[in-house]
């Protein structure tokens, strides 16, 4: 997990065997939504869903303290 000052939120990166980072959930404070950026293709399902649970744990709450998004059910 990374703060961005830049970007004005959280990150959490998913790495491959080489730690490059091959995708992010991205946690925007700035407009408090929730963003997924992929860096490479064809990665494995199970490890992208693995990302976004552990994101919508591991992400908390947007910095003014409002919720993040429901999960679609």
Avoid: C, Q, W, Y
């Avoid at 000052?5 to 925007?28: I, K």
């Avoid at 860096?39 to 869903?49: K, S």
Wanted: charged share 30%; aromatic share 6%; hydrophobic share 40%.
């Amino acid at each position: 997990m990374a703060s961005d000052v830049l970007r004005d939120g959280l990150g959490l990166e998913l790495v491959n065997d080489h730690e490059e980072v091959v995708a992010e959930v991205f946690r925007s404070d700035v407009n408090n939504s929730l963003e997924i950026s992929l860096f490479e293709r064809d990665l494995p399902f199970v490890e992208i869903e693995r990302l976004l649970k552990k994101a919508r744990t591991l992400l908390g709450t947007f910095e003014d303290g409002s919720p993040l998004p429901p999960p679609v059910t």
